[in-house]
């Protein structure tokens, strides 16, 4: 499973790295040392916590969220779902504020190893939103 350093979680979550710490330090989400003393947080926990943020309408550290506005339309986040049918796949992901959506075909899930926890990009084209893995 993969795990994120706190700056690395603060960016997907759409917070100053102060922000995700303090969060750590509250125990909003749980954190692991590394061999190096580094702080971590599995993908699975910082993936559910970022929905939970989503749905409670977390004010702190608002004022850090960068804008998710840009000429190439790209969402960076977390991947909070997937579900996989026979042929095509549903993935969810948690882009700071932003819960995104896409169909796709389980082959690509497969192949861009996404699951829950793991850093993506959503890219919004018209309609279609296509996800590139971290």
Partial sequence: MQSYTIGQAARLLGVSPDTARRWADAGRVATHRDEGGR??????DLA???????RGGESD???DLPSYTSARNAFPGIVTAVKLGDVAAQVEIQAGPHRL??????????????????????????TNVHIDRA
């Fill in 48 to 54: 559910a916590f970022s929905v939970e943020l989503a």
């Fill in 101 to 126: 959506v896409s169909l796709l075909t389980r082959e690509a899930v497969e192949e861009l190893g996404l699951e829950v926890g793991v850093e993506a990009t959503a890219r919004v084209k018209s």
């Fill in 39 to 44: 702080r971590l947080i599995q993908g699975r």
């Fill in 61 to 63: 550290g608002a004022e």
